[in-house]
Nanobody, 111 residues
Framework: QVQLVESGGGLVQAGGSLRLSCAVS????????MSWYRQAPGKQRELVAT???????NYADSVKGRFTISRDNAKNTVYLQMNSLKPEDTAVYYC?????WGQGTLVTVSS
């Protein structure tokens, strides 16, 4: 059974930081690129960041320089470090591995 379990969301003031985690089981984690997506109320889900099997990364323009995606293959976990958070970063954040998705974790940034 494949499971992707996100954690680390919460309420933070603008300018603050959060680190999201996504623990993965049931698939060969090290063989998969991993991604973080987000979906704000009333908006479509959008790609935030991707990390390839060997560590190459890509980011949405809106988060470049503020967010960092990383992975720990020994722990089957992918992270999203979010700094300098803005109210427009408020969304449910999801991790994805291929066709599999986590359940999401809510990030709320207050102004």
């Amino acid at each position: 059974q494949v499971q992707l379990v996100e954690s680390g969301g919460g309420l933070v003031q603008a300018g603050g930081s959060l680190r999201l985690s996504c623990a993965v089981s049931g698939i060969s984690f090290s063989m998969n690129a991993m991604s973080w997506y987000r979906q704000a109320p009333g908006k479509q889900r959008e790609l935030v960041a991707t990390i390839a099997r060997f560590g190459g990364t890509n980011y949405a323009d809106s988060v470049k320089g503020r967010f960092t995606i990383s992975r720990d293959n020994a722990k089957n976990t992918v992270y999203l470090q979010m700094n300098s958070l803005k109210p427009e970063d408020t969304a449910v954040y999801y991790c994805r591995a291929g066709i599999f998705w986590g359940q999401g974790t809510l990030v709320t940034v207050s102004s």
